[in-house]
């Protein structure tokens, strides 16, 4: 997360960002719940971006880890395009 993170740094503020996680997943703490975002708003707003030692990045993302939610092995399933009704 933290190489990727970087990765995205270096694109311009306008680049539109669509999230591969949702809000209460551990990827997606800390979401707005907005179906999208920019790399200026991020780079402005998100607190885990603007860091830059790994280290402290990690450690911020195993604070507090939210619980899965219900569904969430079964979101997992399908987009890796096993049956739904698994």
Request: aromatic residues 8%; proline residues 6%; glycine residues 6%.
């Amino acid at each position: 997360m933290f190489a990727s993170m970087h990765r995205l740094k270096s694109l311009p503020d306008y680049v539109e960002v669509l999230p591969g996680a949702f809000s209460g997943s551990l990827c997606g703490r800390r979401l707005s719940g907005n179906p999208s975002s920019t790399i200026g708003f991020e780079r402005r707003h998100n607190r885990a971006f603007a860091m830059d030692d790994e280290d402290e990045f990690v450690r911020d993302m195993l604070r507090d880890v939210p619980r899965s939610p219900v569904d969430a092995a079964r979101i997992r399933a399908v987009n890796a395009g096993f049956d739904a009704a698994m």
